[in-house]
């Protein structure tokens, strides 16, 4: 058979798309919903790892049921809209992000274990330099101090702004503070290496300037609309 | 070929031995330095590229060349990307789906994969008039060349720009006390590229053979 030929080249090549096309829809078909199921537990991970719980995917659903004691979405203005515990956890940050400040569903996770306390877990989510970036910040009970923090990145260059995700860059937010001392939202602001010491500052990534400054608009951004909410709970 | 040549003869050996020295697809055929630059800042992300290369081009390598007799010549390039874009599509869903852990590892490399100036060459190069065999053993061989260049830029950019290495701390903090700073500029792309010409420059000093005659 002549292959350089025309029609052979033509259908060769059609041949191929559909038999790739279709082995490819097939098995991202096949494989959705166990790549949900990972992602819901790994979204519980997350929001126990923000304060301190550590958890396996085995493990997550069942800690997640027993230490998240209630979960509710307000709105910026700081009133409850909803507090069906499911509904919260199904909320979608990239949604929510667009709409305008006042329309905005904001879910609070509650946390309660003998010997820690209450704590408040809040999403966040933003842009990095490839992709988007979140996370989940654990709050004390006065609405003020940062108890825990963790965070997570779609596609940031390993090495340098992929460290977001390090326990190194995230142990830094433990008691930092978002309101100054006449209770004015400030939010965490980026620094070069001077951080320490200082509640309202975090150190940037060495060499990831764009995601750490995308870090920065995502806490302004994110924090910045419980404010009222955060104020009301004092 | 015959079929009574052994499965492991010299020739075949030697395919899986010389990408790691004298035809090194980094240090010598100067492929895939682009991924070389953006993933050794540290050691762990430059182990796993190098895991995950090797799997995608000895496959692609295979089904390249079980194809070789059909690929229309005019477009085999479109071929052989397809190829690798459909095996590095798989393997991340199926990673997403049963390893969850190690997808959000490997997170921007599956991308990285198929724009790995090594995948296109060996298949270019090697795949489309070789046997699968053979081409098989090719492609285990330079995706080893290529994460040994990898791990050793790695070694040296997390040991001077962090002073860790896979994430463990191995400078003792009496010796930063004592005035020693971690070098930031390891950390950035540009320390790469000079590492690797370093490591060419030793290769090349090693073995004369190596030196292009102008």
Redesign the interface.
Known sequence: MN??SNT??FL??SV??LI?AA??SF??LQ?KP??NK?RE??KKQDILKAVGVTST?ADAEKLYDQYIVKAFTVSAEGNVKSEDKEEAFKVDLKKEGSKDLKERNLPVFVFNKEGVGEKMILPVRGKGM?GPIWGYISMEKDGNTIFGATF?????????G?EIATPAFQDQFVGKQIFDESGKFTSIILVKGTAKGNPHQFDAV??GTVTSKGFEAMLLDNLGSYEKFLKSSK | MSDKEPLFSAKNRKLLTNPLGSDNPITVQVLGICSAL?????LE?AIVLSISVMAVLALANVIVSLLR???????RI??QL?VVA?LV??VD??L???A??VS?QL???V?LIITNCIIMGRLEAFALGNRPWPAFLDGIGNAAGYGLILVIVAFFR?LLGSGTLYGYKVIPDAVYAMGYDNN?LM??PPMALVVVGIIIWVQRSKDKSLIESN
């Open positions: 292959t350089n052979y080249t060769y090549a191929m798309v790739v082995v490819l098995t991202a494989l166990r790549q990972n537990i790994e995917p490839w997570a990145h779609k596609g940031e260059t390993p090495g340098l992929a060495s060499g | 953006a993933v050794t800042a540290k992300p007799n059909t690929i229309p010549s005019r477009i479109i071929v397809v459909a599509i798989l869903q199926i997403k789906a049963f969850y852990d959000k997170s921007v490399f991308g997390e930031g950390i950035l």
